[in-house]
């Protein structure tokens, strides 16, 4: 078994987001609740601090006000100048990442759990962004083996061609811990698939039904996508076997995205310990 000695501070701050779109609730009734009453979420030697992302957008109810908040901490909007004239959700994210950042600072926060919502049928998800980070598959194993036997799944959004802006953790290890080797099941993205669409750029076929609330199961070629509104069925191309995910998200209409392809694969991780100076 192969060991790898953490000799980094232990983890000390944890922030919970909620409220990054004003319309995904069940973060925004938890970070409340915990602002409230956070005995349930402290723990010794830990500073736990839940906070509300984006509070105008949660007291629209809306996903954003000017744009995505989950898409804009890029370095470009980071570093902009403070200005009114900026969309209120760049200004937010400046503001974020002086509170919790900037990232692998020394102050930054050590892990920032974002919680969010779908209108897809994807059950409990954790996103991942690195396959290679060792603490990160070993954290996503414990939480997974922790809700067992609740499914849940890992969409890890590693691509060459997709860059993410959105909510980043900067993760260091716990002490005195030892984790032995592990490994765990990946939905890994290939592609981001649009509706068809006519020659005005409308939508043209909606979510099959029998691909309707089917995230994280089985698509052969062939099988069947899309319907137009004249009862044609379009199916799916290419020659191997997909796991869509975010089926008939209703937030990605404006991102012209009907679902996405994953492939399944598993990803190892090594032994970690961490141990007091």
């Given at each position: 078994m192969t060991s790898c000695h953490i000799a980094e501070e232990p983890v000390k701050k944890v922030a919970i987001f909620g409220g990054t779109h004003g319309n995904e609730l069940t973060g925004v009734f938890l970070v409340k609740h915990w602002l409230e009453d956070g005995a349930e979420i402290q723990r010794v030697g830990l500073e736990v601090k839940p906070f509300i992302t984006n509070p105008r957008a949660v007291k629209k109810c809306s996903r954003y006000i000017d744009c995505d908040l989950n898409r804009v901490f890029d370095l470009e909007n980071l570093g902009k100048n403070r200005s009114e004239d900026l969309p209120y959700e760049v200004r937010r994210a400046q503001e974020i990442n002086?509170?919790?950042?900037?990232?692998?600072?020394?102050?930054?926060?050590?892990?920032?759990?974002?919680?969010?919502?779908?209108?897809?049928?994807?059950?409990?998800?954790?996103?991942?962004?690195?396959?290679?980070?060792?603490?990160?598959?070993?954290?996503?194993?414990?939480?997974?083996?922790?809700?067992?036997?609740?499914?849940?799944?890992?969409?890890?959004?590693?691509?060459?061609?997709?860059?993410?802006?959105?909510?980043?953790?900067?993760?260091?290890?716990?002490?005195?811990?030892?984790?032995?080797?592990?490994?765990?099941?990946?939905?890994?993205?290939?592609?981001?698939?649009?509706?068809?669409?006519?020659?005005?750029?409308?939508?043209?076929?909606?979510?099959?039904?029998?691909?309707?609330?089917?995230?994280?199961?089985?698509?052969h070629p062939g099988d069947p996508v899309f319907l137009t509104l004249d009862g044609k069925t379009i199916p799916l191309d290419g020659d191997c076997t997909v796991y869509p995910v975010f089926v008939n998200e209703a937030a990605y209409y404006e991102k012209k995205e009907a679902f996405t392809k994953t492939t399944k694969l598993t990803l190892n991780a090594k032994s970690i310990h961490s141990s007091l100076h």
């Open positions: 002086y509170l919790f950042g900037p990232k692998d600072s020394e102050d930054a926060y050590d892990i920032i759990f974002d919680l969010h919502n779908t209108t897809s049928n994807m059950g409990c998800t954790l996103i991942l962004e690195d396959s290679t980070n060792d603490f990160l598959i070993q954290m996503f194993h414990y939480i997974k083996t922790s809700l067992a036997p609740l499914p849940c799944y890992v969409y890890l959004i590693e691509h060459p061609s997709l860059k993410y802006a959105t909510t980043r953790s900067v993760a260091k290890y716990p002490v005195g811990k030892e984790f032995p080797s592990c490994a765990i099941e990946v939905y890994k993205i290939m592609e981001k698939v649009d509706y068809p669409r006519n020659e005005s750029g409308e939508i043209a076929a909606i979510i099959h039904p029998n691909l309707q609330d089917q995230d994280w199961k089985p698509l």
